[in-house]
């Protein structure tokens, strides 16, 4: 099968699944989340508002967050975590209170192999949180999200429409994302904030001041891929995309949204092929989610239209593949060895 037979197929599936997102959310869990920062003791505050519209059986994944009260339905409910889980069952309002400190020691276990979980950092730089910075249900739910951030920060997560407003010490963003998601993710910093459109696609650009001259950049590969990419596949599953510079070395993607990390920021258009991946990550794994515990096709896909196929284009898939396989067998040992459906993601080890 031809990989454009095989897009085509997949993309078919898409639309069914898509189509059946419309009857799932009405009964998929609602989640409204409030959160605000003391950046300077790298405090977040938050208050997680969970909807269950049938009777449920779930962990609440909390790591180590420190959880101050639950209740449901108005009434407070004795909670016991184990590991980090909050084993919860009922239907109905799920509230929690909880408040965590971020301020890069986890990172630093990160970055000396002792944990290699993403990490989140709150400091008067900027903020950056993707794992356990909320209690995570780890399921597709409906969110909406309200970040209540210092005056000087700009504030991005994933939405199709941001309400910004004047909030007491703050400014509070409000992130209306109206579409199944299976996790949010939130970074705010210092920004200068660019807007453009691209048919009928609301752009927005979120560049450090020291960086403002990489923003011709940030436009024209974005507008390139985003193009190629319609013409590929599908035409661009939002209304809006926001590109935002990092605070940390790794990139990532959430929905409307791709986050280029610092230390790629350099490379991070036409020479490097990270952007790449993160935009096509918009379709295969940010729209049309996969099912991690049977292994993570979407990064497969992603790696190939981001990679071999631009050097099968070039003239020098060939070489492509067989340093891929180079790179195999100097790397993975045979004990190591895993199948495919196994495969879950990328970590820096």
Known sequence: ?????????LL??????LAGYA????????????????????FLKGSAKITFPDKTKRNIFTGELKILSVTLNGKPVPFQLQDG??????????????????????????????DPKPCNNISPGGISLTHEWFPEIRDLALYRLHAIVPDEFMAVSSAEEVVVSKKGQGTEYSFNFPHPSQHLSLIAGKYREIRENWKGVALYFYVLPENMHLLKAYSEDTKKYLAAYEKLLTPYPYKRFSVAEGFKTESHAMPTVAVIGRGQLPLAFSADSSFRRIMLRQWFGESIYVDRAQGNWADGLTAYLADQRIEEQRGKGRDFRKQILINYMNYVNPGGEYALKDYRGAIDL
């Not at 099968?1 to 197929?9: C, Y």
């Not at 009922?90 to 986890?106: C, D, H, S």
Request: glycine content about 6%; aromatic content about 12%; proline content about 3%.
């Open 1 to 9: 099968m031809t990989i454009t037979k095989l897009l085509i197929a």
């Open 12 to 17: 078919s599936l898409s639309c069914l699944f």
């Open 23 to 42: 009857d799932a959310e009405q009964t998929l869990p609602y989640y409204d989340l409030t959160v605000s920062f003391d950046t300077g003791n790298s």
């Open 85 to 114: 889980v909050f084993p919860f069952e009922g239907q109905g309002n799920l509230e929690i209170e909880y408040q965590a400190v971020f301020n890069g020691e986890l990172e630093q276990r990160r970055l000396l192999r002792i």
